[in-house]
């Protein structure tokens, strides 16, 4: 498919498609890939491709696009994720590096055997555990949640949603404020120190900054946390009291720092940590991420499953991933990022395979002005999203089951062999086949493909990956999978680094955990200083606090319009959860169609109401597929995607992550008949001219 550039007087994404042979397609895309490389260079590429297109290791689409990219000349790409981009960051400069807390975090059987009292800021959310990139064949933690209600292991639920934690797990609920999680950890903090319940021995032997810290929080005691956060005084120095006597973890979730000022939570769960001295014991200590995802404290393979090499980028140019529509909206613009100044090149051409910004960007409005800027946008898609409909040329691409490939997931104990299920659909390609056909155009096709087909990849990735004890490609594809060998058990969190510091330091300047960081301080940023701190939110006129959290039946916006999500609408709308009280001070019922509107847009809703969510707050999960309506006030989704309320803010200049997971909003009821859901019609088609 393909189509002329938007006209000023037609909203982006309304324009019809022309319907293309194959062979005119690639010749078009070819010629257009050539035009811009010469007349712009390779910089002026975007390589889009982003996540969670594919459960298969050959034909994941972001390695194949940046392949072929790579072997073009190079392209811009990004850094980090939207899902914990900013703690990537900032945990470099805090304890060494990032992967060691995100991908070797205590696992499940060494907290459920020796922790005495979890600590779960943002909670510990079952709905998000069965996932990980690249599938998941056995999911555990809802086992080991289940092993902490047996053992009676004390829970503290810091979240404004109980749902945040399974109910069948005991807790004592904190429903705090959202955002305010870091005025908490601060009082608590406080406590600590007061009342000498610190490790003043961990805190000489294994960190730095802790005389910093210290005298930061000498006026931030639980009294002044308590008026933040909404939880009381007396409470929080008796949680304080409690941590203070138990093995007890701190786990702060992914979500806490995708908002505005995301490093700090944290950073000061680390801190909290550190003052209890039990980072490094079995079942204390630090977590980040429990309840994010699936791998996160399991106690699998770690072994590096078979994978497309992607080459190297001959480009130097990056952008921090939630960055994309500043970048395509302000070529020549300098911003910050962790000590550095950089620049925003001047993009012509975004190619996207893989992922859907307009399911995980902010400020949807503000992304539809950017995509109309370059000259064109390429996607691979089997689905008509808001993405591909904001595209130039659009080429349809397989799914899963209608190729062949080999999967697997992070600390999975399978490699599955993926066989075909279906036929493609009419002319779908995958998005090997299609590339391949345009590195034919362009002179590089023995380059991309070796000379094999996707089948030979499978084998001659296989075979190169495969130890003496693995069966050959033969047996292996006939069996259906391969059980990989299996990982250590249980394992903690720095437990190396706290038997001898010295033999095994943090590649942090000091060698140490950094409470408090020269080199962050030295840079300067007002929104993230060199410590712990609780910067104060920016002012709104809006009265609700509006999280946009992860969805319980579906894959981000991944089969949105299939029948387990579907099944979950309100009027064929996304459900937005109220607490009953909100709903009556605005005359809103169980079911109502309502609208929810900040400066930035509108979306429509079904009112869900329950009491498991605290006053002055409302949860509309995100991934409902993108359906614009334009009208006077703005773009309304009439289909309840709450991109188009959050902010498109970066969490801090040192990370530039995402800050999509909170926004300020207002609610009402939804008077007239409300406009149709239209995201399961695809767009026009128009009769090609020739």
Not at 475 to 493: H, N
């Given at each position: 498919m393909a189509r002329p550039r938007s006209r000023p007087d037609r909203p982006a994404g309304r324009d019809e498609f022309v319907e293309l042979d194959w062979d005119e397609v690639l010749d078009l895309l070819a010629a257009e890939l050539r035009r811009v490389r010469a007349e712009h260079g390779n910089e002026a590429i975007f390589g889009g491709s982003y996540g969670w297109a594919s459960a298969g290791r050959f034909h994941h689409a972001q390695s194949q696009l940046h392949r072929f990219l790579n072997l073009f000349g190079?392209?811009?790409?990004?850094?980090?994720?939207?899902?914990?981009?900013?703690?990537?960051?900032?945990?470099?400069?805090?304890?060494?590096?990032?992967d060691t807390v995100l991908r070797k975090a205590s696992s499940w059987p060494t907290i459920t055997a020796n922790t005495e009292l979890v600590v779960a800021f943002g909670g510990i959310p079952a709905k998000n555990v069965f996932v990980t990139p690249g599938g998941i064949t056995r999911h555990g933690t809802p086992g080991h949640l289940a092993a902490l209600a047996e053992r009676n292991i004390e829970v503290a639920l810091v979240s404004p949603l109980r749902t945040d934690l399974p109910p069948t797990v005991p807790a004592t609920w904190y429903p705090v404020e959202p955002g305010t999680d870091v005025a908490l950890m601060l009082g608590l903090a406080h406590t600590l120190i007061a009342e000498g319940l610190h490790d003043l021995a961990f805190l000489d032997r294994y960190c730095v900054g802790f005389d910093t810290v210290?005298?930061?929080?000498?006026?931030r005691d639980a009294d002044w946390a308590a008026g933040v956060c909404g939880i009381p005084a007396d409470d929080i120095r008796a949680l304080a009291r409690r941590m203070a006597a138990k093995r007890t973890l701190v786990t702060v979730t992914w979500s806490l720092q995708r908002i505005r000022y995301g490093e700090q939570p944290v950073w000061a769960g680390l801190l909290l940590a550190a003052l209890l001295g039990q980072i490094g014991l079995p079942g204390g200590g630090f977590g980040h991420g429990y309840g994010s995802m699936g791998d996160v404290g399991d106690n699998g393979?770690?072994?590096?499953?078979?994978?497309?090499?992607?080459?190297?980028?001959?480009?130097?140019?990056f952008i921090p991933v939630a960055r994309i529509a500043d970048l395509l909206l302000n070529p020549g613009d300098t911003y910050d990022y962790d000590g550095k100044v950089l620049t925003y090149p001047d993009i012509r051409l975004v190619y996207w395979a893989g992922g859907n910004p307009f399911h995980h960007h902010q400020d949807l409005a503000r992304l539809r002005t950017a995509f109309g800027r370059p000259d064109t946008i390429v996607v691979h898609e089997p689905h008509w999203t808001a993405t591909a409909r904001h595209a130039d040329i659009v080429l349809p691409a397989t799914l899963p089951l209608e190729r062949e490939d080999f999967g697997g997931g992070r600390r999975d104990t399978h490699l599955i062999a993926m066989h075909r299920a279906v036929d493609p659909y009419g002319e779908a390609r995958d998005d090997h086949d299609i590339l391949a056909g345009l590195a034919r155009r362009l002179g590089f096709a023995d380059g991309f493909t070796e000379g094999r087909t996707a089948r030979e990849w499978l084998v001659h990735l296989y075979e190169k990956w495969r130890t003496a004890d693995a069966p050959g490609f033969a047996?292996?594809?006939?069996?259906?999978?391969?059980?990989?060998?299996?990982?250590?058990?249980?394992?903690?969190?720095f437990e190396r680094f706290r038997a001898d510091p010295d033999k095994n330091p943090l590649k942090t300047p000091s060698g140490r955990i950094e409470l408090a960081s020269d080199t962050v301080g030295g840079f300067g940023y007002d929104d993230c200083p060199g410590h712990p701190a609780w910067l104060e939110p920016e002012p709104s006129g809006f009265p609700l606090h509006l999280i946009a959290n992860q969805p319980s039946t579906r894959l981000h916006s991944q089969l949105d319009v299939g029948p387990v999500s579907r099944a979950s609408k309100v009027d064929g709308r996304e459900p937005v959860t109220i607490n009953p009280a909100d709903a009556a001070n605005r005359g809103i019922a169980a079911g109502d169609v309502v609208r929810i509107f900040n400066d930035r847009g509108a979306c429509l809703a079904g009112a869900v109401l329950t009491d498991a969510i605290r006053p002055g707050v409302v949860q509309l999960a995100t991934g409902a597929w993108f359906d614009p309506v334009d009208t006077p006030d703005g773009v309304l989704c009439v289909h309840g995607n709450p991109n188009v309320l959050t902010a498109d803010v970066p969490s801090s200049r040192l990370s530039q992550g995402c800050a999509g997971q909170h926004a300020r909003v207002q609610i009402e009821r939804y008077a007239g008949t409300p406009p149709p859901v239209t995201v399961t019609e695809p767009p026009t088609l128009a009769p090609l001219a020739r």
């Open positions: 190079g392209f811009t790409g990004s850094r980090n994720s939207y899902s914990n981009g900013t703690s990537v960051v900032l945990l470099p400069h805090v304890v060494g590096d990032a210290a005298e930061y929080l000498k006026e393979p770690v072994v590096r499953l078979p994978h497309l090499p992607q080459g190297t980028n001959p480009v130097r140019t047996d292996f594809w006939a069996a259906g999978g391969y059980q990989l060998p299996p990982g250590p058990t249980d394992f903690t969190l």
